[in-house]
């Protein structure tokens, strides 16, 4: 029996858009009847909001958008890197500081900006919603679902 895939939602505070990633990621594979093929965390590069629930607007729009909404913020540690198999990060800075932790190459996790994951966005990057208003966390969720999608698609079943 192969071990199921291990993938880890990446930004920056781990409030916003990596646990709205998770969450959708999870209900999208529970959907297809996947949830037995994944383990699925998110985390942030910085530890500010450790602890903490996902971002109240955030939570609110993916209520809205027929999402649970569970889970608490934490920072990525080096470990995570040898301990899952897919990182994916929302922005070029993410991806930077995720890569800042791979000391001497060590780590297995594969690395990749989620947008590359996008099938019909064209978004250089998940924007931070976490400044702006609701117009942004509802864009964020539509990026959101369709890069779940692509990564679903893009691992084959175990």
Not at 23 to 46: H, N, P, Y
Not at 101 to 117: D, M, N, R, W, Y
């Amino acid at each position: 029996m192969r071990r199921p895939y291990r993938i880890l939602f990446v930004c920056l505070g781990n409030i916003c858009r990596s646990p709205a990633a998770e969450i959708i990621f999870r209900q999208q594979a529970a959907d297809s009847g996947r949830v037995e093929d994944f383990e699925i965390d998110s985390a942030g590069t910085i530890g500010h909001h450790a602890g903490s629930p996902p971002d109240s607007r955030m939570s609110e729009s993916l209520g809205r958008h027929g999402f649970t909404v569970a889970g608490q913020a934490r920072q990525i540690l080096a470990a995570d890197l040898e301990n899952f198999d897919l990182i994916v990060t929302m922005d070029e800075t993410n991806l930077s500081d995720v890569r800042r932790l791979e000391a001497g190459g060590k780590a297995h996790a594969e690395i990749q900006p989620f947008v590359s994951f996008c099938r019909h966005h064209d978004d250089l990057r998940v924007p931070d919603p976490y400044y702006g208003g609701q117009r942004g966390f509802d864009h964020v969720i539509e990026l959101l679902k369709d890069g779940c999608k692509g990564i679903l698609e893009s691992l084959p079943p175990r």
